[in-house]
Every structure is written in C-alpha cells, then in structure tokens.
C-alpha cells in the first residue's frame, strides 16, 4: 500500500486481545481513507464485526492481513466465518513457521470479488491476462510447485496440527495460571483461537527471556519494535508515545515454544522453569 503511494495510518492495539483498537480506528479516519487492513495477529482474528460496520459506515475496502490466521475464525454476519473470507479480500502467509507453513516462502490471496480476482491473478505473473501480452506492471509471485505439492500434504493434516497447537496451550495455561506476574491475552467470545504463537504479557521480560535461553528454551519476540517506530515509516513523522499501548505490549510480550510436535514433558520443562524464575 506505501508503495503504491497510499499513506499508512497506524492504529493502536487493544491491550487485551493484542489486536487493532477499533475505537482507536474511528478517530483515525478521515475523507482521505480508502481501506481498513486490519491484522488477525497471534491466536484470532480482529474484531471484525465493528470492523465491517465501520466499514460499511464509512464505505471503506478491507483487507484482512491473515497471514498469521489460518483456520481462525470469527462470528459475524450471524454466522462462523473464515479469517481472510470477511473483508473483500484476505492474505495468507505459508512462512515455514506458520500454522500451515510450506519448506520456503509461499502465500495466497482470497476474494470474492470477481474483478479483483482476475486482477490480483494478473498481477501475480507480471500482470499478464494472456501469457506475453501484459495489462499491468505486475509482479513475479506465482506459488512455486514445489510448496504447493507441500502444502496440499501438510493441508490434510491441519485440523489435527490445530487441535495439538491448542492441547498444548490449555497445558500452558493450565501450569501457569496461577503466577499473578503473567498476563495471558483475552480471546473475544465472538472468536475461535487457533494458537498459532502463545505469547505471554510479563514483567522483567528480556531477563526471562535470558533465563529461558540459559535453559535450553528458545523464546520469540513479537514485536520488539511497533511499526509507527520503524525507520522505514520514518518519513511519516510518528514518535515515541503516539501508540502507548503497541509501545508497552512490545515490551512485555514473549513467546514460549508453540507447534503441535511439542511433547508434555518439554511443556511441563518450560513452566517448570518458568515457574523458578518467578519464584
Ligand atoms: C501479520 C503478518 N503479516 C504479513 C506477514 C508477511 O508474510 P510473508 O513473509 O509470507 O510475506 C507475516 C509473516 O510473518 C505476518 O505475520
């Protein structure tokens, strides 16, 4: 979108869900927006029942960002609905570590807007409609075969991949809850979670993370830097206290070790460890 000349306007995060803060969208609108991205980020989609009434108000495009968010899904329209199948268009990411991830780069879009569909076709082989006759100036991003023969394995095993991711999130919590140092982020009831990552809101959180590594377990920072922050979006002129709670949450944030292999006995080692350090 910046690179098409769009100018991004960030919005906060709600610190409870990790997600886009829709009351802090509303106030962000002007007559110059075109389009709401909201991020599925972590375990479930953004509130997506106000984000389509905002956007219907307003008669803004969305573009749901669920590259993290596969299998995710959200109530709205009085139904269950796919992350990535609400707004007019969804990404996906199949990144090795996501949820269902390829052997290397590999990703999708969804529609059901007829015209954007043979748009966003185009643009993927270098805006071409018929091979060698180019309508755009598009891009090279055709999914190799290679992942995609990958991903139509991994795709028959999903569902149990989900359900193992979730087995051991119920056993995280169940061995951590009672430490009143740890925060866990609040699932909407509108939402089913699918643990893509399980992060925890800590104090001391870099010296946990130390701790952790010392031990033998790898942590994950998501993210240590909000984007308002990044030296990319520099030019749009953001600083330091414009997104508190992003600010904070960068802070706090960590991610224990999450993917359906993971045994019992190396969950129960994590809180284990996790439980001397807060001792
Ligand atoms: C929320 C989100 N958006 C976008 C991306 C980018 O996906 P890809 O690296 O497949 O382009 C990622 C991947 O890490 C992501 O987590």
């Not at 709401?36 to 008669?59: C, G, K, S």
């Not at 409609?129 to 139509?152: E, M, P, W």
């Not at 509108?190 to 643990?195: A, G, L, M, S």
């Amino acid at each position: 979108m910046a690179r098409l000349g769009g100018k991004p306007v960030f919005v906060d995060i709600d610190p409870e869900t990790l997600n886009m803060d829709v009351n802090d969208a509303v106030k962000r609108i002007s007559s110059k927006t075109v389009g709401i991205i909201p991020v599925h980020l972590f375990i479930q989609t953004a509130d997506m029942r106000a984000i389509m009434e905002l956007a219907q108000q307003y008669n803004l495009k969305v573009l749901e960002d669920s590259a993290e968010a596969w299998g995710m899904e959200c109530f709205v329209y009085g139904q269950w609905k796919k992350a990535g199948t609400i707004g007019h268009i969804g990404i996906f990411s199949f990144f090795p570590t996501k949820t269902l991830g390829a052997y290397g780069d590999a990703g999708l879009m969804v529609t059901y807007d007829e015209e954007l569909y043979k748009k966003i076709k185009s643009y993927r082989v270098h805006g071409s409609t018929v091979k060698y006759f180019h309508d755009y100036i598009g891009y090279n991003s055709r999914l190799d075969t290679i992942q995609a023969a990958i991903l139509r394995v991994k795709l028959k095993n999903i569902n149990n991949s989900i359900a193992m991711r979730k087995k051991h999130a119920m056993h995280y919590i169940e061995r951590l809850k009672h430490i009143p140092q740890i925060k866990f982020p609040k699932i909407l009831e509108c939402n089913k979670e699918v643990y893509y990552v399980f992060n925890l809101l800590v104090p001391q959180r870099d010296k946990l993370a130390l701790y952790l590594k010392d031990k033998g377990i790898g942590t994950s920072i998501y993210y240590p830097m909000p984007l308002h922050l990044q030296k990319c979006f520099s030019y749009l002129g953001y600083k330091e206290g414009d997104f508190p709670v992003a600010e904070r949450i960068c802070k706090e944030i960590i991610a224990l070790p999450m993917y359906p292999e993971l045994t019992d006995d190396e969950v129960d080692y994590v809180c284990d460890v996790i439980e001397q350090f807060y001792r």
